[in-house]
């Protein structure tokens, strides 16, 4: 009965938050803690307390593991930066034992902050490539996220395949893009600094303002704006044209994956840590490393993502977009270089 109410809270929590998942960066957030508690003791191993700035899907997820070990989640949800701030605000007295993102840039901020803990875990280590977790065993991705060119599928038969050539001329009013302050576009435009400096980042990105993009604040309504014909190639994260593709198998829109002769794909990643005031730091760590492990499919499927786990194959959707290279180099110095990608995008004049 408890642990069906704790689930009724996240539940509401989700309700009313799931469209700020991927929305601007400046969402509000829920508080489950806010709720009346009675008791820290649910179930046979204990509850712990979740902040996650990863949405999709999750509620099932946390049943499964507490199915498996006995562990009761109690789950917050809000966007990357405002949980990071409650973290840093709550200091000792906070009850969030993991916190999970879903950006690289945001929890390298999180352990720039001093509140994650290292881990020793040999399970996270082998399962998870070097590339995708923080040398300190601080924090670990639990799965990639692409971002990447898309096309129309009846329009367009000769699609850009690098994100430079999403700047050649033939695009022009054809385009579309999301706006400068959302974490992919900066996260993106970081990559292309990474991979190019910062010089030619500029005239990259100054070449797609240059296509008169429409700006949309939304992955879902930019893949419908490309099969409405609003615009006919645009840069989108690849996940949601896996849940379109549940609904419309025929959904005209593409990937294409850019890159693929050079860097590879540009991949974000969501994340889990520890943190360093975590009242059950040991249920702490069993979560993540569930989510790495027996729960890693479950996890990258509720939301067409791509395993961290080599061994373990995506959602059949997914593995229908076909294989790719990803640019994982990249994925650590996203953080790094936000402030660069910001500055980049302002001075492209990039809405
Ligand atoms: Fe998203």
């Given at each position: 009965?408890?642990?069906?109410?704790?689930?009724?809270?996240?539940?509401?929590?989700?309700?009313?938050?799931?469209?700020?998942?991927?929305?601007?960066?400046?969402?509000?957030?829920?508080?489950?803690?806010?709720?009346?508690?009675?008791?820290?003791?649910?179930?046979?191993?204990?509850?712990?307390?979740?902040?996650?700035?990863?949405?999709?899907?999750?509620?099932?997820?946390?049943?499964?593991?507490?199915?498996?070990?006995?562990?009761?989640?109690?789950?917050?949800?809000?966007?990357?930066?405002?949980?990071?701030?409650?973290?840093?605000?709550?200091?000792?007295?906070?009850?969030?034992?993991?916190?999970?993102?879903?950006?690289?840039?945001?929890?390298?901020?999180?352990?720039?902050?001093?509140?994650?803990?290292?881990?020793?875990?040999?399970?996270?280590?082998?399962?998870?490539?070097?590339?995708?977790?923080?040398?300190?065993?601080?924090?670990?991705?639990?799965?990639?996220?692409?971002?990447?060119?898309?096309?129309?599928?009846?329009?367009?038969?000769?699609?850009?395949?690098?994100?430079?050539?999403?700047?050649?001329?033939?695009?022009?009013?054809?385009?579309?893009?999301?706006?400068?302050?959302?974490?992919?576009?900066?996260?993106?435009?970081?990559?292309?600094?990474?991979?190019?400096?910062?010089?030619?980042?500029?005239?990259?990105?100054?070449?797609?303002?240059?296509?008169?993009?429409?700006?949309?604040?939304?992955?879902?309504?930019?893949?419908?704006?490309?099969?409405?014909?609003?615009?006919?190639?645009?840069?989108?994260?690849?996940?949601?044209?896996?849940?379109?593709?549940?609904?419309?198998?025929?959904?005209?829109?593409?990937?294409?994956?850019?890159?693929?002769?050079?860097?590879?794909?540009?991949?974000?990643?969501?994340?889990?840590?520890?943190?360093?005031?975590?009242?059950?730091?040991?249920?702490a760590l069993a979560l993540i490393e569930w989510l790495a492990g027996d729960g890693q499919q479950q996890f990258v499927d509720a939301n067409f993502e791509y395993p961290v786990d080599p061994n373990v194959e995506p959602n059949e959707i997914v593995g229908g977009f076909g294989?790719?290279?990803?640019?994982?180099?990249?994925?650590?110095?996203?953080?790094?270089?936000?402030?660069?990608?910001?500055?980049?995008?302002?001075?492209?004049?990039?809405?």
């Amino acid at each position: 009965m408890k642990q069906k109410r704790v689930y009724l809270l996240g539940t509401l929590i989700i309700g009313t938050l799931v469209l700020g998942a991927c929305g601007s960066g400046n969402g509000t957030g829920a508080d489950s803690t806010a709720s009346p508690t009675d008791s820290n003791a649910i179930g046979d191993g204990g509850t712990i307390t979740v902040y996650t700035g990863r949405h999709y899907g999750i509620e099932p997820v946390f049943e499964q593991f507490t199915a498996d070990t006995g562990i009761e989640v109690r789950f917050t949800t809000g966007n990357d930066p405002e949980l990071r701030e409650r973290l840093i605000a709550e200091g000792a007295n906070t009850p969030a034992d993991v916190i999970m993102t879903a950006d690289a840039a945001n929890i390298e901020l999180s352990a720039d902050a001093g509140v994650l803990a290292s881990v020793d875990s040999d399970i996270l280590t082998t399962t998870i490539p070097a590339e995708l977790r923080s040398d300190a065993n601080d924090w670990f991705s639990l799965s990639q996220r692409a971002r990447v060119v898309i096309a129309s599928t009846e329009r367009v038969e000769n699609p850009p395949t690098t994100y430079a050539d999403v700047g050649d001329p033939e695009w022009q009013g054809k385009l579309c893009l999301r706006p400068s302050t959302h974490p992919y576009t900066q996260s993106l435009v970081a990559s292309l600094i990474i991979a190019e400096g910062e010089e030619r980042a500029t005239e990259i990105v100054q070449s797609w303002v240059d296509n008169d993009p429409l700006y949309i604040d939304s992955d879902t309504d930019i893949y419908n704006a490309v099969a409405n014909g609003e615009c006919d190639v645009a840069i989108a994260n690849t996940y949601y044209l896996g849940r379109l593709l549940t609904e419309d198998p025929d959904f005209p829109v593409e990937i294409v994956w850019p890159e693929q002769d050079e860097r590879g794909a540009h991949v974000n990643v969501s994340t889990a840590a520890v943190t360093a005031n975590a009242p059950n730091p040991e249920s702490a760590l069993a979560l993540i490393e569930w989510l790495a492990g027996d729960g890693q499919q479950q996890f990258v499927d509720a939301n067409f993502e791509y395993p961290v786990d080599p061994n373990v194959e995506p959602n059949e959707i997914v593995g229908g977009f076909g294989e790719f290279t990803a640019d994982l180099d990249a994925v650590r110095q996203l953080g790094g270089n936000q402030p660069a990608a910001v500055k980049v995008l302002s001075a492209a004049g990039y809405e």
